[in-house]
């Protein structure tokens, strides 16, 4: 027989999906009324013409609802929601008034400590020590630090990542369904609620942000998004203390988090702010490589896939395949790595021509 919880998630799934499509023409109405409109001002952007942002909140709305009605109000429950409607509120400021980067930085850790001051934080990382008879490591005082330090970046990875019409929203889906393929099999409920609610969300969105898209999510959806993504892998996959329980969460985002941090170590280097924004992400790189946005998308989500499902099929094979499967991972991004650097050279000349 079918067992309810499956229910339970196709119900989730099918009703932020729901009401997330039909909020968005709504809300695209409302930001041209509130002038959350994004223009088309230097070489990052990849549109041509003004398009209204604030596409985030039928996100939120959908994801919300749903949340409220199928999951259980714990104490943690209720920290993850209130976090993330500040998130929320600053991704709408944001998108009206276009908010300092210092400012933005320090409500996301206010936003981060809420639920990790009520309990949902990194306790425990896989202890890689081959001649310790400690399957896992204890955090201790670290807790608090590491959970914010991960909230906060997978927040901004996200953000990063929302460079291209259907991009952040597409990666985040995929990210979704890999997590709720995990919580399915770990049984584990009101992550399968919360993610199925998020990915229904996401995929409601989607038809009104893809290429040509008609609205943008803006920083209200892509922080949101990050925000959410953190906190389901951390209740979904961090709680766990066996061998894959840090590998897994880094695979199902790995791509925003490699672009993340080359981005950061990028500016770092060149003696600019890590915050500050540049023409320099793996999405400009394939633009600037001749590939179009749909091109560019769709390579982006073939590695999001794969990611993906090595992950889960990192969660169902014994220590030796696991640890096969991550340095498998690891050559890859490698080489990403390599490439990725290679174009950097050739874009950044191609910025000075420019200017």
């Avoid at 988090?257 to 500016?267: E, G, K």
């Amino acid at each position: 027989m079918f067992p309810l919880r499956y229910i339970y998630v196709v119900i989730a799934f099918v009703a932020a999906a729901f009401i997330s499509f039909l909020l968005t023409p709504v809300v695209k109405s409302f930001a041209q009324k509130v002038g959350a409109i994004d223009v088309p001002t230097d070489s990052r952007r990849m549109h041509k013409k003004p398009i209204p942002r604030l596409g985030g909140l039928a996100i939120f709305f959908g994801f919300f609802f749903t949340a409220l009605l199928m999951v259980d109000l714990t104490t943690q429950m209720r920290a993850i929601l209130i976090g993330g409607v500040i998130i929320l509120v600053l991704g709408i400021f944001d998108d009206i008034y276009r908010l300092d980067a210092m400012p933005k930085f320090i409500v996301q850790i206010v936003a981060a400590l809420i639920p990790a001051l009520s309990g949902v934080e990194i306790n425990f990382f896989s202890n890689i020590n081959l001649f310790s008879n400690n399957p896992y490591l204890n955090l201790g005082v670290l807790t608090v630090p590491i959970t914010v330090f991960w909230i906060v970046g997978i927040t901004n990875a996200v953000n990063f990542v929302d460079g291209l019409d259907g991009l952040a929203c597409g990666v985040s889906s995929i990210a979704c369904f890999s997590l709720l393929c995990i919580a399915l099999i770990l049984g584990e409920r009101d992550v399968e609620i919360l993610t199925a609610a998020l990915a229904g969300a996401c995929i409601g969105f989607l038809p009104y942000n893809l290429n040509p898209a008609k609205i943008f999510m803006g920083d209200t959806g892509s922080t949101f998004l990050g925000y959410i993504l953190a906190i389901i892998s951390i209740q979904g996959l961090f709680k766990f203390y066996a061998l894959v329980s840090f590998a897994v969460p880094f695979l199902i985002l790995g791509l925003p988090i490699f672009d993340t941090a080359f981005a950061i170590l990028r500016r770092i280097a060149s003696g600019r702010s890590p915050m500050s924004p540049d023409r320099s992400h793996l999405h400009h790189r394939l633009i600037d490589m001749g590939f179009s946005q749909k091109q560019t998308v769709a390579i982006i989500y073939s590695v999001s896939i794969v990611c993906g499902i090595s992950a889960v099929l990192l969660t169902q094979t014994g220590t030796t395949k696991a640890v096969l499967i991550v340095c498998t991972a690891l050559v890859v991004f490698l080489v990403a790595a390599r490439m990725y650097h290679e174009n950097s050279k050739s874009s950044e000349k191609a910025d000075n021509e420019k200017n």
